[in-house]
């Protein structure tokens, strides 16, 4: 069995919640500015940097993934989970997957 323990250093060692939380943030922009008719339908008060704080942004979760080709287990991966909540309302989740080296190497950010 993994040793939870040392994922929770891995964690801190990899610096794994800032990472998230800028990878939010760096998606809540970009949205913005790509699909901006879109973005006020969900985010209508959200101007900038100096709104954030209608967002609700906490890591929802942290998990191990062993892929989803199994039994090849050749994209592995460690996913974090941030509901995306404006406003006390709950609109999608962002998730940033990393490498077992701690480098991000994707993240989605989805609406529904």
Known sequence: MLDFEEFKKWIIEHDIEQKAYNGFWVNIENYKIEEPDEFMCYFSTYKGKEDREDFEVEIKSVAINYSNNYPNCDYNHVIV???????????????LLLNFDGAPDDDFFVIH
């Open 81 to 95: 989970t941030i509901p995306i909540r404006y406003k006390g309302k709950e609109f999608g989740y962002y998730q």
